[in-house]
């Protein structure tokens, strides 16, 4: 089981205090996402560290890019690609999102990347057909690299305090591995309170945790579910 806290643009809590918290729960794998300015102190703290985003060349005129080597540079072990928030807010294609999750594994890091569908896409039955399209792209680009971990993302879940229910986060996990045969995370206002049952659910590898991680009591209570459950 893997449970990635995504620290978004908040500085999120101290490494160091987060880094003894969880060290002593067996059984999963805790990884942080914080702001590029905290990358190395979340390395130097012992923490298994991801990155946000990361570009497809190494160097280049990319203004405010980040490339693999650097990452790889400072330490860190991976990073997310195509959040929701990527896609929406500044215009991230499938075919961009497909060509970083590429060079990152090709680099040597790992990938979380992730999909999921609008709530006017759900609504209209657009569901599968989305989260094929974005997939396929992914697979296209990567196959099903050893590297690479999918997240499932409801973007009417991300933040909202809505989460998708254990059947409906199961439904749409079952269908992306039929896609793709990787490791899948559920990201979607996951809590302490709802983790249990979410990875209690076969197909559930993990959770993608964005305003819960920022508290280190919750994201270690979210990392002890995650040792408890099936996998
Ligand atoms: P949330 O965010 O847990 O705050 O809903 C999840 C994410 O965006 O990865």
Redesign the pocket.
Not at 187 to 190: A, E, I, N, P
Not at 208 to 212: F, P, S
């Given at each position: 089981m893997i449970v990635a806290g995504?620290w978004k643009m908040f500085p999120g809590p101290d490494p160091a205090v987060l880094a003894r918290r969880v060290a002593g729960i067996a059984g999963v794998d805790a990884i942080v996402c914080p702001p590029y300015v905290s990358l190395a102190r979340c390395v130097e703290a012992g923490l298994t560290t991801f990155a946000q985003n990361v570009h497809w060349e190494n160097e280049g005129a990319y203004t405010g890019e980040i490339s693999p080597s650097m990452l790889l540079g400072l330490g860190v072990a991976g990073s997310l690609v195509g959040?929701s928030?990527r896609r929406q807010y500044f215009g991230e294609t499938d075919e961009g999102v497909a060509r970083r999750a590429q060079a990152a594994l090709e680099a040597g890091l790992g990938v979380i990347a992730c999909v999921g569908e609008t709530q006017e896409q759900r609504d209209s039955g657009d569901m599968e057909v989305v989260l094929r399209i974005q997939v396929d792209a992914i697979r296209d680009a990567c196959g099903a690299h050893e590297r690479l971990v999918l997240a499932y993302?409801p973007v009417w879940?991300?933040?909202?305090g809505r989460t998708a229910t254990p059947e409906m986060a199961q439904e749409a996990h079952a269908f992306v591995k039929s896609l793709l045969d990787r490791p899948v995370l559920y990201?979607?206002?996951?809590k302490a309170e709802n983790a249990d049952e979410l990875m209690s659910q076969p197909d559930v590898d993990g959770a993608?945790?964005?305003?819960?991680s920022l508290d280190v009591e919750s994201f270690a209570s979210i990392c002890q579910a995650a040792a408890h459950s099936h996998s």
């Open positions: 995504n959040h928030e993302e879940a991300i933040g909202t990201g979607g206002s996951v993608l945790v964005g305003g819960a």
